[in-house]
Every structure is written in structure tokens, then in C-alpha cells.
């Protein structure tokens, strides 16, 4: 895919969610998250992408890196110091 087909994808996906993280609800420091890691065979289509805030994003890395299984709870619960409202979705 090229590079401008994924800026259009990664453009729609936070279009989707209002701009925010899908975990937390935060509109600062989006990026996108790959489902499915690139190294590990994901692309770039929307179906594989997931806004996330930096420290959602480095959250769930951490987690996916560390090989236990999350616990959805958790993902969804965690709370941030600088973030006033979580939002589920």
C-alpha cells in the first residue's frame, strides 16, 4: 500500500472516532495503532488501524511485548494522570 493510501486510512480512522483515543478519549497525541504488527504480517488498511493518545499506544505495546495476555479490563480501565474522563467504547 502506498504511503499516501495509508495517510488517507490513518485520516478516516481518527475521522471515524472523533479525533480521540479509542481507549481514553483524548484528542492529544494521536497516532495509529496497527492491530496487527506490520513485522508480524498487518497492513495498512483500516480494518488493522486503531486510534490511540502516545501513552495508550505505548501502553498497549508494552503489554503486547511483554507476551501475557492482557486483560481487557485493564486495557480499557487503566486510568492516566493527565486525562479528566475515560470513555469506554
Do not use: W
Amino acid at each position: 500500500m502506498s504511503k499516501e493510501r495509508y495517510q488517507q486510512n490513518r485520516a478516516r480512522v481518527f475521522e471515524i472516532y472523533g479525533n480521540q483515543c479509542g481507549v481514553c478519549g483524548s484528542s492529544n497525541n494521536l497516532t495509529t495503532h496497527h492491530i496487527v504488527r506490520k513485522s508480524e504480517g498487518g497492513g495498512d488498511e483500516m480494518s488493522n488501524l486503531y486510534p490511540l493518545c502516545r501513552e495508550d499506544h505505548d501502553y498497549i505495546e508494552r503489554l503486547i511485548d511483554s507476551k501475557e495476555p492482557p486483560k481487557q479490563k485493564v486495557i480499557y480501565q487503566r486510568k492516566h494522570k493527565k486525562h479528566k474522563k475515560h470513555k469506554r467504547r
